[in-house]
């Protein structure tokens, strides 16, 4: 997976994973070591979508 457009944002050295994607309003995802860094929600064709990009804790 490329993201050429979006990792400027992410602070150096920055590192994009692959995504994880989960279904349903009660969905929890957890990755061990990492909290979030940043959260932004979106609407698309009238459903929402949440994208949120994780921080590994030193």
């Not at 070591?33 to 932004?40: C, K, V, W």
Request: glycine share 6%; hydrophobic share 40%; aromatic share 6%.
């Amino acid at each position: 997976m490329a993201a050429p457009d979006g990792d400027f944002l992410l602070p150096e050295p920055s590192q994009l994973s692959m995504p994880a994607v989960s279904e349903g309003t009660d969905a929890l995802f957890r990755s061990p070591g990492s909290r979030p860094m940043l959260q932004m929600s979106f609407l698309c064709e009238g459903k929402p979508f949440q994208i949120t990009v994780l921080e590994s804790q030193p």
